[in-house]
């Protein structure tokens, strides 16, 4: 009898994880995000306005991997698009269609209609507001009227909690870099059930029996 050999499909690795960078960037808001994915085996790049570096709140300057125009929704896992001064400092240009950072509202936009995952703190949710794509979806931010003052149609959809997840978009304000966190790992699947809800204890509570989960679950 001839026995036919089971396919072996090849390892497929993930597909980088883009952090958007750009001056005035929020250092704080996703520290915990980008160093615990990297922890997990997942490849951070840096993606800019263009190639050149871009200068942090706290005064780092990065070099970014790559410029907005070269990222394809196809290439990405996810993308994060981090809080900035400049969200807030051009929001009258971008509410006009215009301003610095509209260009990486409109690639969330093509991210979500291709199906990939876009997760957006602070002020970046006023971009995406602006983009519209808060209309439909369930979403936060800092507080409601801070959207409300875009002019966006969402705001029965606004939701008063630390962070949201609605379908492949997450949001959250900028006090909750742990809550958003906890949001990209449960999309993405990073960390589930009780190991992930014990790393926002241990992060979020400080609570000293979330670690032995986690240490458990690491052996």
């Avoid at 981090?82 to 969330?108: C, M």
């Avoid at 991210?111 to 507001?129: E, M, R």
């Avoid at 979330?210 to 052996?219: I, N, P, S, T």
């Amino acid at each position: 009898m001839n026995r036919s050999t089971p396919e072996v499909k090849p390892f497929e690795p993930f597909k980088p994880v883009h952090l958007a960078v750009y001056d005035t960037y929020a250092d704080w808001e996703t520290g915990h995000t980008t160093a615990y994915l990297a922890r997990a085996g997942r490849e951070i790049r840096t993606v800019g306005p263009t190639r050149e570096p871009v200068t942090t709140i706290g005064g780092l300057r990065i070099q970014p991997d790559l410029a907005l125009d070269e990222l394809r929704p196809e290439d990405s896992s996810l993308l994060i698009l981090t809080g900035a001064d400049l969200w807030t400092e051009t929001s009258a240009a971008t509410a006009a269609g215009g301003g610095d950072l509209a260009p990486f509202a409109r690639k969330a936009r093509a991210f979500l209609d291709a199906g990939v995952p876009v997760a957006a703190i602070c002020g970046a949710t006023a971009g995406l507001a602006r983009e519209g794509l808060l209309d439909d979806r369930a979403h936060t931010s800092a507080v409601s009227f801070y959207l409300a003052a875009t002019g966006y149609k969402g705001g029965e959809r606004y939701v008063d909690t630390d962070a949201v997840t609605d379908g492949n978009l997450v949001t959250a304000g900028p006090t909750e870099p742990v809550a958003f966190a906890r949001e990209v790992f449960g999309l993405l699947g990073v960390y589930e059930g009780e190991v992930l809800d014990a790393w926002y204890r241990l992060f979020h509570d400080s609570d000293p029996a979330a670690y032995a989960v986690l240490e458990k679950a690491g052996q």
